[in-house]
């Protein structure tokens, strides 16, 4: 495997997303670019890339210490950034890693960065042990969150914003949620045993593995006995309850996991909506592999009624509406770089035509979760507030935020009643 290919491209996707953008997106580019990745390269390139924004307070806060003065070169800084994350993260061979990140960081400008780089590692070697003990004494590189996002937590959640931050910094578990139309957690906890995976059961239908695989390895998985899904988001169906005959709307409904659970749940008349036709795709070939082949799917603007909505009422809706989706940074941590203090309420601003108009579609007597993966108030329970206050005819009596655990990604749930 090519460790310096890696490291490379992980630099680019580092240096990217401190200009802003996203690092899902880099990694497609990436490697549409660089079609002949190995698997290996690609794991290797998806740990340093990921690795990295998880880790970047610290690795930030350590590079710091090593310098006189802050580097102005943004390719430099982001190669010496995944060298970092390499020496101090990972069990890579130490020269291995200060020998090919001195060859790439010798290839910037006329190679003049190349033995201030070798120097600023192998210190780095030395000094590690002290390092790692001052970051203990830093919250943003302790925590890996930016200063403003620890402030948010220690006030909106006095009580648990410890935990909250150090759950927000590791490695998310990989969860499945059982296909209840082929069997349980119990059952399927005996399949997973038999192909020796280890997995625990979380309730009657999900189970967490003890270590992440490719979905390939699952038994059963292309046949559509389990899918991976948060715990968390495993919630949304419970709580909006489907029954048989029904007609529900799953807006906003890519990539299909709620949709998919749904009607695992209940045999209804399944509508799938999604703004972006790519990402209804991954909907149909979730529901394709699930052995749903009745799903309703539209691509539109679900505020745009006309180009989507027959006037037929639905008994159910799940408004899984966009966020800052500050609850799921676990799998996602460019996030934590990425938001701004005001972004909350900008995507408030957004989510209040979606749900005005999704509301209109719901039948009297009928519900609407609103649901989003932030913990983030102005996109939560003060967007519940202000919803209430606009419709007299909509109840809630049991809004639930779900914080970050071991078990599970962040997750608001409200379970909104249109009065019959």
Not at 8 to 17: I, Q
Not at 99 to 124: D, M, P, T
Not at 262 to 282: F, H, N, P, S
Not at 304 to 312: E, K, V
Request: net charge neutral.
């Amino acid at each position: 495997m090519s460790m310096a290919l890696a490291q490379k491209l992980a630099a680019e996707t580092a240096a990217a997303v401190a200009a802003g953008q996203n690092l899902q997106d880099v990694l497609a580019r990436i490697r549409a670019a660089h079609p002949d990745l190995s698997a290996q390269e690609n794991g290797a390139l998806q740990d340093i890339a990921y690795g990295s924004q998880r880790y970047l307070g610290s690795l930030k806060f350590m590079l710091g210490k090593l310098l006189n003065k802050p580097i102005d070169n943004q390719e430099l800084e982001s190669l010496l950034i995944t060298a970092l994350y390499q020496l101090h993260y990972t069990r890579n061979a130490p020269h291995a890693v200060v020998n090919e990140a001195v060859e790439a960081v010798g290839r910037i400008g006329r190679g003049q960065y190349r033995s201030f780089a070798n120097a600023v590692l192998r210190r780095f070697l030395h000094e590690r042990d002290k390092l790692a003990s001052w970051c203990k004494a830093d919250d943003v590189a302790k925590y890996n969150l930016p200063r403003w996002w620890l402030a948010y937590l220690q006030n909106h959640y006095p009580k648990h914003w410890h935990n909250i931050a150090a759950a927000l910094q590791s490695h998310p578990p990989m969860t499945l949620r059982v296909n209840r139309r082929h069997g349980n957690a119990e059952s399927y906890l005996a399949k997973l045993a038999a192909a020796g995976i280890e997995a625990r059961a979380l309730d009657d239908y999900a189970v967490t593995l003890a270590e992440a695989v490719p979905v390939g390895s699952l038994p059963g998985f292309s046949d559509g006995l389990v899918s991976v899904q948060d715990f968390g988001a495993q919630q949304a169906a419970y709580l909006l309850q489907p029954q048989n005959d029904e007609r529900i709307l799953d807006a906003c409904a890519a990539p299909g996991g709620k949709t998919g659970h749904i009607l695992e749940m209940a045999d209804c008349g399944m509508t799938a909506l999604d703004i972006d036709a790519g990402r209804l795709k991954r909907v149909a070939d979730n529901l394709s592999r699930l052995g749903f082949q009745t799903a309703s799917l539209a691509a539109a603007d679900a505020r745009d009624l006309a180009s989507w909505y027959d006037g037929r009422q639905f008994d159910a809706v799940l408004a899984d509406v966009p966020c800052t989706a500050s609850g799921v940074v676990r799998r996602n941590p460019d996030i934590k770089w990425l938001r701004r203090p005001t972004d909350a309420a900008k995507t408030a601003r957004q989510q209040e035509g979606l749900l005005d108009a999704l509301w209109t579609t719901v039948k009297p007597g009928g519900r609407m979760l609103f649901a989003t993966c932030s913990l983030f108030t102005e996109e939560n329970s003060l967007q519940l507030q202000r919803f209430l206050a606009r419709h007299a005819d909509a109840s809630c009596s049991d809004p639930q935020t779900l914080l970050p655990t071991p078990s599970q990604d962040g997750f608001f749930y409200a379970l909104i009643r249109k009065r019959p």
